[in-house]
């Protein structure tokens, strides 16, 4: 199993350009989570998803939007990237889809610089 | 809101000696609280959780409610527990168990 899978690795992109950064889970897994990691200030929470089919805001979705395609992947979309958003991006996922606890399992991450 | 707190952004300590990661947090109903690690270009993973109670590598955690705290600790320090530590917070009613990270703290051991 590989696990949480993120593409790209790195990406580069100017002011006003448009990207989506791909995650997909191979553990059957019910929950997916997008973060933005920043110095000085850990992880954050943009998006999630407690189940295909729906998706919530987290502490900061401004500026991105997100697709649960199936229960395997969920993308993350920067419609008009801004220098704000140059940030590590790391997807996870839990087994889970209620209140009940399952571990969250991380991606290796995206480092987006927006130019 | 909830809100994790972790002082220290670095913490350097020598090999063999105690070490102690400070997490504070606010919650107002019943939180779940984890340790994660992220050692030098490797994913984030569990350390531990404070329902457990148990020993992870020689760290433990132990959850004062009346401090609001969670720290963490480790007797004897060493060279490859050097990584970033992010305390974090689960609603246990939250259906999504969304995670709250405080902003880290980066141990270095010191051989």
């Known amino acids: 199993n590989a696990g949480v899978t993120q593409t790209p690795k790195f990406q580069v992109l100017k002011t006003g350009q448009s990207m989506t950064l791909q995650c997909a889970q191979d553990?059957?897994?019910?929950?997916m989570y997008w973060y933005r990691q920043d110095p000085g200030m850990g992880l954050r929470l943009i998006y999630y998803s407690a189940s295909e089919g729906t998706t919530d805001k987290g502490e900061v979705p401004n500026g991105y939007n997100v697709s649960r395609l199936n229960k395997r992947e969920f993308s993350l979309r920067l419609e008009s990237a801004a220098p704000s958003q140059t940030s590590v991006y790391f997807c996870a996922s839990r087994k889970g889809a209620g209140a009940a606890y399952n571990e969250q399992f991380f991606g290796p991450g995206t480092r987006l610089t927006v130019l | 809101a909830q809100r994790v707190t972790q002082p220290e952004k670095l913490l350097s300590v020598f090999k063999g000696a105690p070490v102690e990661l400070k997490c504070n947090y606010s919650?107002?109903?019943?939180?779940?609280l984890f340790w994660y690690v992220q050692y030098s270009r490797q994913r984030l993973q569990l350390l531990l959780r404070?329902?457990s109670r148990e020993s992870i590598k020689g760290f433990t955690a132990d959850l004062n409610k009346g401090e609001t705290s969670f720290h963490l600790k480790k007797p004897f320090a060493q060279e490859e527990d050097s990584a970033m530590y992010y305390c974090?917070?689960?609603?246990?009613?939250?259906?999504?168990?969304?995670?709250?990270f405080g902003s880290g703290t980066q141990l270095t051991v010191l051989p």
């Open positions: 404070h329902i």
């Open positions: 919650y107002s109903g019943s939180p779940e």
């Open positions: 974090a917070l689960s609603d246990r009613s939250g259906s999504a168990r969304q995670l709250t």
């Open positions: 553990m059957n897994h019910n929950s």
